[in-house]
C-alpha cells in the first residue's frame, strides 16, 4: 500500500491525483513523473487505483526511483551471493573460470 508521505513529498498530496483524475478521459492512461516506490516498486498500483486509469512511469534523469531501486535489487543479490562490493573504484581487468567471473582487478583501495 502506497504511504501517503510519499504521495505528499511527490505530489504535493492526494489532492493533485484527484485533480489528474478529473482531467483524464475514460480509457485514457497516465503518464507520471518516476518519483514513487523506491522501496515499494507497486506503488504504482495504488496511485492507479486511486485514479482509476492505468498509470506508467516517465523516466527522469539520475539518479532516478527507477535505477535506484535496480541499484538496491542488484546490491542485494551480490551481497547475498557473496560478492564483496568496493563503491568508488575503477575496474582495471578480470579473470574468468568456468564461464564466471572469478577475480576483478581495481584501481584504488
Excluded: Y
Amino acid at each position: 500500500m502506497l504511504r501517503t508521505e510519499g504521495v505528499s513529498k511527490s505530489f504535493g498530496g492526494f489532492e493533485v491525483l484527484k485533480h489528474v483524475s478529473l482531467e483524464v478521459a475514460q480509457g485514457e492512461i497516465v503518464g507520471l513523473p518516476a518519483v514513487l516506490g523506491l522501496k515499494d516498486a507497486n506503488a504504482w498500483r495504488d496511485v492507479a487505483e486511486r485514479l482509476g486509469h492505468q498509470v506508467f512511469e516517465i523516466p527522469l534523469p539520475p539518479p532516478s526511483i527507477p535505477g535506484m531501486r535496480l541499484n538496491e535489487a542488484l546490491t542485494a543479490r551480490a551481497t547475498a551471493a557473496g560478492v564483496r562490493l568496493v563503491p568508488g573504484v575503477r575496474t582495471i581487468t578480470f579473470r574468468a573460470a568456468d564461464g564466471r567471473i572469478a577475480a576483478v582487478s581495481i584501481d584504488g583501495p
